[in-house]
């Protein structure tokens, strides 16, 4: 399954998609998810430390 959130800035994709995240792995699916914002925030909202998320690679679209 591919899931996508769209929205105007500030409409809470992040937070929705961090929360909808967490609920897939509570019932132990496995979840891939991609930030594509260019504030890249969902890393933290899925618990990393901002230390460790500046440390993910960017994502390479080519």
Not at 14 to 27: G, I, K
Not at 29 to 42: E, P, R
């Amino acid at each position: 399954m591919r899931v996508a959130f769209v929205g105007k800035g500030g409409s809470g994709k992040t937070t929705f998609s961090s929360l909808f995240c967490r609920y897939l792995a509570d019932l132990e699916a496995s979840v891939i998810a991609i930030d594509a914002d260019i504030n890249q925030h969902l890393g933290m909202a899925l618990g990393l430390s901002e230390g460790d998320a500046t440390m993910l690679p960017p994502w390479d679209w080519r």
